[in-house]
């Protein structure tokens, strides 16, 4: 017998919805890609064609000039090399204590248990305040240091309630045999539970990655010295000379032009790691925000 397929007509109601469904999604990746395709043209462009605003998505008066200026420049390549040095770390540590935090808290039989969510999710709703951090980082030394970047921004509440509903799925018996087979607790999280949870695992990474690349406040207030500041925030002082200016009449319209040409030069170098990354992560990042999402 030769197999029939059966059709089902489309209502035209569901018809409809995909047609709207779809130039909505179709305006939704416009709006999001115009502003960085204008600012790629722009980084392209000659300082004449921005400054006559005639740069909209197509390069005008095509140069690489500025990027050579921008990649010969001390201050950058140092910036960029400090903030990878600062992500790396940062997202290293953050996942591994986050890790550390949330596999107990999966764990319903601990009968601390209640009491530590509890408190842990206490610490989503209120901080210690600005003033009381500086002082404490102050007082700890740790200004002006890669531990002082990395630590205020090493935990977060929200990615370790997300991580704790994703091992409370593990399956029990795994765990339970692995123990049978003499593994310790230790043990079972590593050869057991962490390969299974790697969507979620690859979700923090892309989380705390992103955070710590784009971080600048924490260099705001914790970084002093120049040779230690990361992209985000030698970028904000580009962005901030393009305004402002120790002398009104040095604040012309050439130099204005030439810093937003600099500027999108700046973030296009720096937008592009983040950029190149998530097409590999990004299927484990939807799979780990379905999987770990809060079900309480």
Known sequence: ???????????????AFKVINTVFMIFICVVTLYPFLYLVAQSFSS????SQGKVSLIPV??????????LEKGDFILSYKNTVIYSIIGTFVSLMLSCFLAYPLSKTELKINKFLT?????TMY??????????????????NTIAGFIIPSMLSTYYII???SF??????????????DGLSPIGIFFKVVFPLSMPIIATMILFNAVGYWNNWYNAFLYLDKKEMWPVAYYLKTIISGASTSADPGEATAEKLQISANIKSCSMVLMALPIICVYPFVSKYYVEGMMLGGVKE
């Open 167 to 180: 091992f409370s799925d593990t399956p029990k018996e795994l765990e339970e045999a692995a123990e049978l």
């Open 126 to 143: 209120f901080g210690g305040g600005i003033i009381p951090n500086y002082v404490l980082m102050k007082r700890l030394h740790l200004d």
């Open 162 to 164: 997300l991580m704790k």
């Open 1 to 15: 017998m030769q197999d029939t397929a059966v059709k089902v007509k489309e209502s035209t109601g569901y018809i």
């Open 47 to 50: 300082e004449v064609a921005i």
């Open 61 to 70: 008066g095509f140069n690489i000039e500025t990027y050579k200026s921008v």
């Open 118 to 122: 509890k408190f842990v999710i206490f």
